[in-house]
Structure formats: structure tokens, C-alpha cells
């Protein structure tokens, strides 16, 4: 007897026959979606997603992340920056010494 399996989407919808079901993968360096196909749809790595709603959904989510990650490395860099940059605070006691002198 076939079991049959139950899909159900990241905001909770259950799969219908008649629904446009898409699916996705996420890796750690990019996303991809699939059209729907049953037997990928049972794969562990395999998200399953109701349609473009939630589809564009997941995009936003991971694009997000992506975008996490990036300014987080750049904070990294600007911190290695300021502390190699005692020039600046002198600069700026140059200036308040004209400040004062004038
Ligand atoms: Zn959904």
C-alpha cells in the first residue's frame, strides 16, 4: 500500500492536487527553486513552498541574511581600520587649536 506523503508549506498550508506548488533549496552560497516534482519535494534539503507568495517569501528572507553576512565582514574591516588610524584624533585637535586661537 503507498503511503501517501503530506506536504505543507512555511506558512502552514497544506498541499492541495490542484495548488501550483514550487520548490527550494538553500546551500550556503545560493538559493534555487524548482518546479514541483514529488520525488525532490521528499528530499531533507528540500523546502516546500505554496506558490510565488511564498516563494518570493524565502527570497527576502535569505537575500536578507546574505546581506547580514556582508555588512558584518564589513564591520570587521572597519574596525581593523580604526585602530590603525591615530591621525584622525590628532587631526581633529589641530582643529580645535584654531578653534580656540581664533
Ligand atoms: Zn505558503
Redesign the pocket.
Known sequence: MAVIPLYS?????HKKVSNHWVLARITESDIRFFPWDTELAQKDDIIV???E??AS?LLSRVLGEWKQRSVSAGEANDDADDSDTPIDDNHDGHVQEKLFAL
Open positions: 508549506c512555511l506558512c502552514g498550508t513552498l505554496c506558490g507568495a511564498c517569501a
